[in-house]
């Protein structure tokens, strides 16, 4: 029986970053994988296979509707051709996976490709297929085996025309009616893919908002902005059946009267979020307990109730979200290693990645107000920068919540181009406790969209932003 210091069940991105920091840390590494490549949800069927989609279907809609304001003539009619389309974003996804297989190989880690079952609480068997399946045993072993896409009871998934967000990444046709059933993350942002290639997108969700997890201001205006774009949303509905009839779906729902209202359309997400994936890890036999959510229960070391097996990611409580995971992942190796490691989880940026993009990082004006903590809030609008009506991006705004007696940064949102990338600039002033006044006080290139960051800043400190 082959024997390693460290053996990771999945790997998604906290599975193979714990693995590769586990190898720099000179342990004897191995990782098991029940698929043919390495990367998890989000490499293959997650974040960047969407992500493709999404910078093509943009592509799309700039011809379609923004070149010829820019000056830019294209003869002829602007088509699209979904299946390159979705070629393309497999042949995105294939070099990402190939480029883990190369880390792999690089730091020396054994791959095993089937399912990780625990024989015992030091051994795995993996299983390829039927019949026995080889079994290696570890001092140490990290639970990073993910999650699936949720449901509703009463739903039946044909993943033909009743779906979840993998199979809306390789559909063969454009929807004519996509109806989205959860306005969060997920459905928002292929929502938004087939919206800009032609389809009517229809959006339900239960709650009273959209992207229900972020700053009410967050919400408001990603609505305001996606119904400019003709998307349709349905809020406070309570979705009570899902019927299928040949290439028709209809979906019957509760709205906030309590009146029953249908819906009808040729495709059907599902998208209600996600569930910790443990079937088949056999984790009893291991002595590794779950709560009731099907979480893999951990204390703040990452530990189970077994203490040299450890989980991370979206199998333990806290954000579904890649980065996390990947903290977790370098966490845990260096737990291991006898070193030190911090995570702060009120830091880790939250993003959805719809046009304009959102992202937030610490707490939301709710959260403050039902903690009772004083704070002081600047705004300042996309619409105000140079850089944002040069380039015809003008929706959206940055807030910073700052604490009212000491100034520093509680929490930054904000909705607008490239804020994906701008967030990481909020991340890390909080990281060193600065105040708004710090932020106010550095010098921002001109013109870019971060200088938002400044005046909103600005806006929290003095109210004194410059350019409105």
Known sequence: MTSYDVAIIGSGPGGYVAAIRCAQLGMKTAIIEKYATLGGTCLNVGCIPSKALLD???????????????????????KVNLKKMIDRKQAVVDQTTKGIQFLMDKNKITVYEGMGSFVNANQIEIKKGKGKGEVIEAK?????????????????????????????????????????IGGGVIGL?????????????????????????????????????????????????????????????????????????????????????????????????????????????????????????????????????????????????????????????NLIPGVVYTWPEVAAVGKTEEELKEAGIAYKSGQFPMRALGRSRASMDTDGFVKILADAQTDEVLGVHMIGARCADLITEAVTAMEFRASAEDIARMSHAHPTYAEAVKEAALAATEDRPLHI
């Not at 700039?62 to 002829?76: L, Y």
């Not at 040729?266 to 569930?275: A, I, K, P, Q, W």
Request: with cysteine; aromatic share 6%; charged share 25%.
């Open 140 to 180: 140490n072993i990290i639970i990073a085996t993910g999650s699936k896409p949720s449901t509703l009871p009463f739903i039946t998934l044909d993943k033909e025309r009743v779906i979840t967000s993998t199979e809306a990444l390789k559909l063969k046709e454009i929807p004519k009616h996509l109806i989205i």
């Open 189 to 345: 942002e292929l929502g938004q893919v087939y919206k800009r290639l032609g389809a009517d997108v229809s959006v339900i969700e239960f709650m009273d908002r959209i992207i229900p997890g972020m700053d009410k201001g967050l919400s408001k205006e990603l609505t305001k902005v996606l119904k400019k774009q003709k998307v349709k949303f349905y809020l406070s509905h309570k979705v009570k059946s899902v019927v299928r009839k040949g290439k028709d779906v209809t979906i019957l729902a509760d709205n906030a009267k309590g009146e029953e209202v249908s819906f009808s359309g040729d495709y059907c997400l599902v998208s209600v979020g996600r569930r910790p994936y443990t079937e088949g890890l056999n984790a009893e036999s291991a002595g590794v307990k779950l709560d009731d959510h099907g979480r893999v229960e951990v204390n703040e070391h990452l530990q189970t109730s077994q203490g040299h097996i450890y989980a991370i990611g979206d199998v333990v409580r806290g954000a579904m979200l890649a980065h996390k995971a990947e903290e977790e992942g370098t966490f845990v190796a260096e737990i291991i290693a006898g070193q030190k490691p911090h995570i702060n989880y």
């Open 56 to 78: 093509s279907s943009h592509h799309y809609e700039e011809a379609v509707s923004h070149f010829e304001t820019h000056g830019i003539e294209i003869p002829g009619e602007v």
